[in-house]
């Protein structure tokens, strides 16, 4: 260790008996040793001395005065004394000052901080309070340092940051104390604040609609919005929803999520209400499809009324429905509000019928049924008949109206039409060379009829055509092989129809009954 050299020349005490007194040198490391110095370490500040000048001989007395304290601080002397052979004495002294403080700084934190991510972001900017230090001697400072050795200013990603703050006195003491910063992982979800709703939509011809656009929040920010159709109408996508849905209920599940993953969810009906109605043909008492037309009554035979019922449906149940029938057209004079009516025209007349349900909503297509009134009576209480006959060629006939349900089988009501003149073959019997035989399954059909014409004729191609109850044609199939099978009138409305097969000069006739469609 340095030594420093002082030297005291004695002034406060001095006293000569003949020449100089003697100088006293002292030689001394500091006068602060610092802080909680050793023994040895005060002793080398407090210091050493020598003697020098006078007239020789002599001694040098050292004494150390006691310590005093003020607080952390230490103060003590050592002084000395000086003889001289002459009897010439000298004093001097050196006081040092010192610190005695063994006890570490003491760090005040605040509590530890728990917080949300900052709106839109996966991290919280936080304010960071310095901690207060506390020491008995000094006064210190805390550093903090960052556990993913970031600046104490930036921000905190999710998760627990810790934070170890130190505080050093001046005399080396120290602490510290562990701080922790959590950022809690988003676990708020998305707040629908408007779900969308949507009113009953009557059905339209292209299907589609409109849905409102769902509102929501959330913390961190919306990352989808999706939604799922199932029900009546089946899809998915994402943001708008509008578009196709089928006539029904269909259920709309929103999906909303934020990019923390957190979801919420709201669901939305579209109920479209598609009504249908139709008129099913309908037959006056005392006509069958074997004798008669349906939606039509015979001046002379069967009753003179007939019903006609308006079958009306929806795609949304339950439901309820109301009619206005009309004659001659839909702004005509209202004869019903009914579902069933009963009209006795003198004349064929067309009845149309208007259908709302309970939510407004029409069928698309405007509904009405011809009712055809045909004179049959040919007097003396006697009707025209159309039957037919073995030479091919059917004949009007007048007969007793009490005698129709006697008459040959495929007679029909009212007289014969001259687009149907061909020969009867009677399918049972075994034909000349060169003849048809036409079988048709099933026979009454509420469907499509599987027609087969047979013939021994294999040159010449079949011909068929079929008419109505009324001589108008209504489908024509050509180049028919004998023996192949036709699917015919699958769409053909209930009713009576003639199919007439024709190769060469040969014709046959069958007639077909069609119950529903």
Same mark, same amino acid.
């Given at each position: 260790?340095?030594?420093? #050299?002082q030297?005291?020349?004695?002034?406060?005490?001095?006293?000569?008996?003949?020449?100089?007194?003697?100088?006293?040198n002292?030689s001394?490391?500091?006068?602060n040793?610092g802080?909680?110095?050793?023994?040895?370490?005060? +002793?080398?500040?407090?210091?050493?001395?020598?003697?020098?000048?006078?007239?020789?001989? *002599?001694?040098? /007395?050292?004494?150390d005065g006691?310590?005093q304290?003020?607080?952390?601080?230490r103060?003590?002397?050592r &002084?000395?004394?000086?003889?001289?052979g002459?009897?010439?004495s000298?004093?001097? @002294?050196?006081t040092?000052?010192?610190?005695?403080?063994?006890i570490?700084?003491i760090?005040?934190l605040?509590a530890n901080?728990?917080v949300?991510p900052?709106?839109?972001?996966q991290?919280?900017?936080?304010?960071i309070?310095?901690p207060?230090?506390?020491d008995?001697?000094?006064?210190?400072?805390?550093? !903090?340092? /960052?556990s993913?050795?970031?600046?104490?200013?930036?921000?905190?990603?999710?998760? $627990?940051t810790?934070?170890?703050?130190?505080? =050093? +006195?001046?005399?080396?003491?120290?602490s510290?104390?562990m701080?922790?910063?959590?950022?809690?992982?988003?676990?708020?979800?998305?707040?629908?604040t408007?779900?969308? $709703?949507v009113?009953?939509?009557?059905?339209n011809q292209?299907?589609?609609? &409109?849905?409102?656009?769902?509102?929501?929040? +959330?913390?961190?920010?919306?990352?989808?919005?999706?939604?799922?159709i199932s029900?009546?109408?089946? /899809?998915q996508?994402?943001?708008?929803?509008? !578009?196709?849905?089928?006539? *029904?209920?269909?259920?709309?599940l929103?999906?909303?999520?934020?990019?923390?993953?957190n979801?919420?969810?709201?669901?939305?009906?579209?109920?479209?209400d598609?009504? +249908?109605?139709?008129?099913?043909?309908?037959?006056?008492?005392?006509?069958t499809?074997?004798?008669?037309?349906?939606?039509?009554?015979?001046?002379?035979?069967?009753g003179a009324?007939i019903?006609?019922t308006a079958?009306? =449906? @929806?795609s949304?149940?339950?439901?309820?429905f109301?009619?206005?029938?009309?004659?001659?057209s839909?702004?005509?004079?209202?004869?019903? =509000?009914?579902?069933?009516?009963?009209? @006795?025209?003198t004349?064929?007349?067309?009845?149309?019928?208007?259908?709302s349900?309970?939510?407004?909503?029409?069928?698309?297509?405007?509904?009405?049924?011809?009712?055809? $009134?045909?004179?049959?009576?040919?007097?003396?209480?006697?009707?025209? #008949?159309?039957?037919?006959?073995?030479?091919?060629t059917?004949?009007?006939?007048c007969?007793?109206?009490?005698?129709?349900?006697?008459?040959p089988?495929? @007679?029909?009501?009212?007289?014969?039409?001259?687009?149907?003149?061909v /020969?009867?073959?009677?399918?049972?019997?075994?034909?000349?060379?060169?003849?048809?035989?036409?079988?048709?399954?099933?026979n009454p059909?509420? !469907?499509a009829?599987?027609i087969?014409?047979?013939?021994?004729?294999?040159a010449?191609?079949?011909l068929?055509?079929?008419?109505?109850?009324?001589?108008?044609?209504?489908?024509v199939?050509?180049?028919?092989?004998?023996?192949?099978?036709?699917? #015919?009138?699958?769409?053909?409305?209930?009713g009576i129809? #003639?199919?007439?097969?024709?190769?060469?000069?040969?014709?046959?006739?069958m007639?077909?009954?069609?119950?529903?469609?």
């Open positions: 260790m340095f030594a420093l #050299m030297t005291f020349v004695i002034i406060g005490f001095s006293q000569s008996f003949g020449g100089t007194p003697p100088i006293i002292i001394f490391t500091t006068s040793p802080c909680n110095p050793s023994a040895a370490a005060i +002793d080398a500040a407090l210091g050493s001395a020598t003697v020098s000048g006078g007239c020789g001989g *002599g001694s040098l /007395r050292v004494s006691a310590i304290s003020a607080g952390c601080t103060t003590q002397t &002084s000395w004394l000086a003889f001289d002459c009897g010439n000298s004093s001097a @002294s050196h040092i000052t010192w610190t005695v403080d063994v570490a700084p760090i005040i605040g901080v728990s949300n900052d709106p839109g972001k991290a919280a900017t936080v304010n309070t310095q207060t230090v506390l008995s001697c000094t006064s210190g400072v805390a550093s !903090g340092v /960052r993913d050795q970031l600046a104490l200013s930036d921000p905190y990603p999710i998760g $627990v810790a934070i170890t703050w130190t505080a =050093t +006195d001046a005399c080396g003491n120290s510290t104390k701080q922790s910063i959590t950022v809690v992982g988003d676990t708020q979800p998305p707040v629908i408007r779900c969308p $709703v009113g009953l939509q009557c059905f292209n299907s589609t609609y &409109s849905v409102p656009t769902l509102i929501a929040s +959330d913390n961190v920010g919306i990352q989808s919005i999706t939604f799922t029900g009546a109408t089946s /899809r996508g994402a943001g708008d929803a509008s !578009g196709l849905f089928n006539p *029904g209920t269909s259920n709309i929103w999906t909303v999520k934020d990019f923390a993953g979801a919420s969810t709201c669901s939305t009906t579209v109920m479209t598609k009504a +249908d109605a139709v008129i099913p043909d309908t037959f006056a008492s005392s006509i499809p074997a004798i008669g037309s349906p939606n039509t009554i015979y001046l002379g035979f069967g009324s019903t006609l079958n009306a =449906t @929806s949304i149940s339950p439901n309820s109301t009619y206005k029938w009309t004659v001659d839909p702004g005509g004079a209202i004869i019903g =509000t009914t579902q069933a009516i009963t009209v @006795s025209p004349v064929t007349t067309t009845f149309f019928v208007t259908i349900d309970v939510n407004n909503c029409t069928p698309p297509a405007l509904l009405s049924k011809q009712v055809t $009134v045909a004179d049959i009576r040919c007097g003396g209480g006697k009707i025209v #008949m159309c039957e037919p006959q073995k030479t091919g059917p004949k009007s006939v007969i007793p109206a009490t005698k129709v349900n006697s008459a089988p495929g @007679s029909l009501l009212g007289p014969c039409t001259s687009l149907v003149t /020969r009867i073959d009677n399918v049972e019997e075994q034909m000349p060379k060169g003849a048809l035989i036409i079988k048709a399954q099933p059909s509420a !469907g009829f599987e087969q014409v047979s013939s021994t004729n294999d010449e191609p079949i068929l055509k079929a008419f109505d109850i009324t001589g108008k044609l209504i489908e199939k050509q180049n028919i092989e004998p023996g192949q099978v036709i699917r #015919m009138g699958k769409d053909y409305r209930p129809f #003639m199919i007439v097969a024709s190769q060469g000069d040969h014709v046959a006739v007639k077909l009954v069609k119950t529903g469609n």
